[in-house]
């Protein structure tokens, strides 16, 4: 033990020395914890418009979408892939952006609601108006999504073709004004 007249020297040193200690050990946590959660620029390719950006890749696309660029076109409604409100096309088809990480869809052509047609002169987009589908709106953005998807690969489905490729949930419950408007989209006859 230091004599007494030493030991406000020497505590004086045994603080320096934590601090010191604890500083390093803090700036090593820092650049730990900057190698874990390190961002990445992804290059993404939505509604014909490249986009770069500093997320992490894991990130889900919509909260790209939403939070990064904008477009809350693409809705949260569940979280799971299950009622359909944050329905994109990924190169053309149907997908669910709620549980995607950003980085499964690099290199692939994007398309938001936001993109389907910007002048709102896509059939669907007509037919969705004139046939009043939508009460609350919530889900249509998803809706539509999915029914141009349909329609891209069946131009003109049955009722039970509509049934098996829009499972999206309309808490509103127009599922059969949601059906008479993509018949009309596609030109068929609307079966009651």
Partial sequence: MPPLSLLPVARERE????????????????????????????????????????????????????????????????????????????????????????????????????????????PLQKAWVEMNVPQCGYCQGGMLMAAASLLRQTPHPTDEQIDAAVTNLCRCGTYTRIRAAIHKAAGTEVKS
């Fill in 15 to 122: 603080t320096r020395l934590t601090l010191v200690l604890a500083r390093s050990t803090m700036q090593n946590a820092i650049r730990s914890m900057r190698l874990f959660a390190s961002e990445t620029i992804m290059k993404l390719t939505i509604n014909g418009t490249q986009h770069e950006l500093d997320v992490d890749p894991t990130t889900p696309l919509l909260w790209v979408l939403r939070d990064y660029l904008g477009m809350t076109g693409t809705k949260y409604g569940c979280g799971i892939a299950q009622c359909g409100a944050c329905t994109v096309h990924i190169d053309g088809q149907a997908t669910r952006s709620c549980v995607l990480p950003v980085q499964a869809v690099a290199d692939a052509k994007i398309t938001t609601i936001e993109g389907l047609a910007p002048d709102a002169s896509h």
